[in-house]
C-alpha cells in the first residue's frame, strides 16, 4: 500500500523568510511521481511542482524547490523569500507511473506573517 | 479556459435526500476523480474512472455512486445523504490513465452540508 505522511499540521514563517514543509511516504515500487500542490482559502489546488522519481536533479519552480531523497523517502518543500500570497493549505502527493490513483497527505497549514 | 467545472458550489441536504454532484472538464482529458476534503485527512478518493467507460472505488466509496457518462463528464451520486457526508467535493481530471507525470487539475470544489 502506499501512503503519504505530512508530520507538520500547521507551520509560520515571516514575509522573505525561508520555509521547508516536510513529506514522507512509503511504497516499494521504484517508479513514481510526486508533487506538490498548494490550496489557498479560495480552495482552489494548484500544482506548485513535481518531480519525477528516477530523476535525482531536484526539482525547482522560481522560489519553490524540492529536496527529493529517494532512499530516505522523503520529499520536502522548500519556499524561499516567502510572500503572503503563500499563504495557504500545501498538500504532498504521490502516483506510482502504471498506477490510477493519487495518493494525499494531511497538509500542512502555512501562514506566512507580514 | 473552463478546465474543471464542478456544480453546485454550496448545497444543503437533510439527512435521506439524494442528489447528484456534476463534474466536466473540456481538457480531453481521460481520467477522472472524485475527492472528498475533511478537516485533518486531506484528500480521500472516493471514486475514479481511469477513462471513459470505467469506474473504479477508490478509499471511501460506501454511500456513493458514480457515472462516467462520457469522456467529459463524471457525476457523483448520494443516494441517502448521511450527517457523515457532509465535505467539501472535488472532482479532478488527467491526462492519461495512470496519471504519469502528469499532474492532476481540480475543479473549484463543492461544499455540502448534510443536516
Known amino acids: 500500500a502506499q501512503t503519504v505522511t505530512q508530520s507538520q499540521p500547521e507551520m509560520s514563517v515571516q514575509e522573505a523568510e525561508t520555509v521547508t514543509l516536510s513529506c514522507t511516504y512509503d511504497?516499494?515500487?521504484?517508479?513514481?511521481?510526486l508533487f506538490w500542490y498548494k490550496q489557498p482559502p479560495s480552495r482552489q489546488m494548484i500544482l506548485v511542482i513535481r518531480?519525477?522519481?528516477?530523476?535525482?536533479q531536484n526539482a525547482t519552480e522560481n522560489r519553490f524547490s524540492v529536496n527529493f531523497q529517494k532512499a530516505a523517502k522523503s520529499f520536502s518543500l522548500k519556499i524561499s523569500d516567502s510572500q503572503l500570497g503563500d499563504t495557504a493549505m500545501y498538500f504532498c502527493?504521490?502516483?506510482?507511473?502504471?498506477?490510477?490513483?493519487?495518493?494525499f497527505g494531511t497538509g500542512t497549514s502555512l501562514t506566512v506573517i507580514p | 479556459n473552463a478546465g474543471v467545472t464542478q456544480t453546485p458550489k454550496f448545497q444543503v441536504l437533510k439527512t435521506g435526500q439524494s442528489m447528484t454532484l456534476q463534474c466536466a472538464q473540456d481538457m480531453n482529458h481521460n481520467s477522472m476523480y472524485w475527492y472528498r476534503q475533511d478537516p485533518g485527512m486531506g484528500l480521500r478518493l472516493i471514486y475514479y474512472?481511469?477513462?471513459?467507460?470505467?469506474?473504479d472505488k477508490g478509499e471511501v466509496p460506501n454511500g456513493y455512486n458514480v457515472s462516467r457518462l462520457n469522456k467529459r463528464e463524471f457525476s457523483l451520486r448520494l443516494e441517502s445523504a448521511a450527517p457523515s457526508q457532509t465535505s467539501v467535493y472535488f472532482c479532478a481530471s488527467s491526462e492519461f490513465p495512470g496519471g504519469g507525470n502528469q499532474p492532476q487539475h481540480f475543479g473549484d470544489g463543492t461544499r455540502l452540508s448534510i443536516l
Open positions: 474512472s481511469a477513462s471513459e467507460g470505467t469506474t
Open positions: 518531480q519525477e522519481a528516477y530523476k535525482q
Open positions: 502527493a504521490f502516483i506510482l507511473r502504471t498506477g490510477n490513483q493519487f495518493y
Open positions: 511504497t516499494s515500487e521504484n517508479n513514481y511521481y
